[in-house]
């Protein structure tokens, strides 16, 4: 019997690999200190860690632009927000869609409400996905960028970026991507899918701690510095340095959330090459790591497939979100016949140790396409790399005598 069975790794996975704990505590113990190229050895060390993270990152995104240009923020919301503002002015057009997170819908809102920016939100169909081509029908002379979700956090249904990129690069419109749901779980290509800007964050997917999460700013694209101030270089410069990662970093930066990134990159490394079984001779970070994202998305496409086709199966059940076969990520909601989610969420906590999140999940359009705004929202399960049998059991148990109340 656990104390909980987690569900809710689409808001932030748990638990982490045990190297990411480790690496964090004794690289905050060792050389907890303030980075910098030119000062003492541990400022050096410190230094060497944040390249080295910039680097592992870049080649996981396979990102042909320089590592520099691989930014750290304290988590998507933040990066997003410092692409959004960064970009667009007042005249601009931005395409997005319905089925956006508030990390996306709320700048856009700000930006058209404050900032004389034109935005299109496009319409999925009923299962979350998006059709590139009403992305390309929504392309206008004054349009800047597209920004879009790589999978969807309430309905898992994952967007076909590589068509998307296709359309806004031979549009020379920036693709902005936010990856939260995705980075980690699915291999993600830059250079392959005309991705302009990667948003992501470190504590889902990339088993980071929370506080971390980054930005990757392809060559040639530029992004007004969001916030001003230290940068340990240039001092003597009045204004923000052009050059990167500076021009979009101010301040000290998160020591410890990067090394948990860095951890977790190796970890990924680690287990891409278990997977391998001796076959990883010569391969570099990006195809190791590849190897271990092929392995822990057919563990989560196993759990979330068995929760899909079992909560159909219960009467009372509604299922929410992609059918088939259609690409997916291990984000599940349902409704139990008309009892609002948030009460279900509770039930399954305090009868069954059940871990879920209920609501509307920072997605507030997606709801109300769906009418599932009266219901407060949906019940979302979300198993992850770590979630084994008991759990699966336990979750299916619990959703079993609910429905049968
Ligand atoms: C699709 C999506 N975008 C953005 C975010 C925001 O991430 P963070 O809270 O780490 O800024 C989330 C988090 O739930 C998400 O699922």
Redesign the pocket.
């Known amino acids: 019997m656990k104390e909980h069975y987690y569900f809710d790794n ?2 932030t996975t748990w638990p982490k690999p045990e190297p990411v704990y480790r690496y964090m505590d004794e690289f905050y113990r060792g050389y907890g200190v303030n980075p910098g190229r030119a000062g003492h050895e541990m400022a050096v060390e410190a230094e060497r860690m944040i390249t080295e993270t910039r680097q592992l990152l870049g080649r996981f995104f396979n990102f042909k632009s320089d590592s520099s240009r691989v930014v750290f923020t304290q ?4 990066s ?1 927000n410092i692409a959004l503002f960064g970009i667009l002015n007042n005249g601009d057009h931005v395409i997005s869609t319905r089925v956006e ?1 508030n ?2 819908i709320r700048p856009l809102n700000h930006l058209e409400r404050d900032h004389g920016v034109l935005v299109t939100r496009v319409q999925h169909d009923d299962q979350g996905y998006v059709d590139p081509e009403d992305i390309r029908k929504a392309i206008r002379p004054e349009t800047r960028a597209v920004v879009v ?1 790589h999978a969807s ?1 309430v309905l898992g249904s994952v967007q076909d970026l590589k068509a998307i990129g296709q359309i806004t690069r031979e549009a020379g419109v920036s693709l902005i991507a ?1 990856t ?2 995705t980075a980690g779980v699915l291999p993600i290509d830059m250079e392959d899918w005309c991705i302009d800007v990667l948003a992501f ?1 470190g ?2 997917g990339l088993f980071g701690p929370m506080g971390i ?1 980054g930005l990757l700013v392809r060559d040639g694209i530029d992004i007004r510095a969001a916030r001003v101030g230290g940068t340990g270089v240039d001092s003597i410069t009045p204004f923000q340095p052009d050059d990167y990662p500076h021009h979009l970093e101010a301040g000290t930066v998160a020591l410890p959330g990067i090394a948990g990134l860095n951890a977790a990159q190796k970890w990924f490394a680690t287990l891409g090459k278990e997977q391998l079984n001796g076959g990883a001779e010569g391969m570099g970070h990006a195809e190791l790591c590849r190897s271990a994202l092929n392995h822990i998305d057919a563990r989560e496409q196993a759990h979330v497939r068995e929760l899909e086709t079992t909560f159909r199966d219960i009467e009372g059940v509604k299922v929410y979100g992609p059918e088939g076969d259609r690409q997916r990520v291990a984000t599940l909601s349902i409704n139990i016949r008309e009892l609002p989610a948030d009460q279900i969420g509770i039930m399954l906590d305090a009868d069954y140790a059940v871990c879920v999140r209920a609501g509307l999940h ?1 997605a507030p359009l997606v709801h109300t396409d769906a009418n599932t705004v009266p219901q407060n929202g949906t019940v979302r399960f979300s198993p992850g790399y770590f979630t084994d049998q008991e759990d699966m059991e336990q979750a299916i148990e619990g959703v079993q005598e609910l429905a049968e109340m």
């Open positions: 689409a808001a988590n998507a919301s933040d997003l997170h990390s996306v979700n956090n936010d939260c749901q964050t504590h889902k999460g920072c």
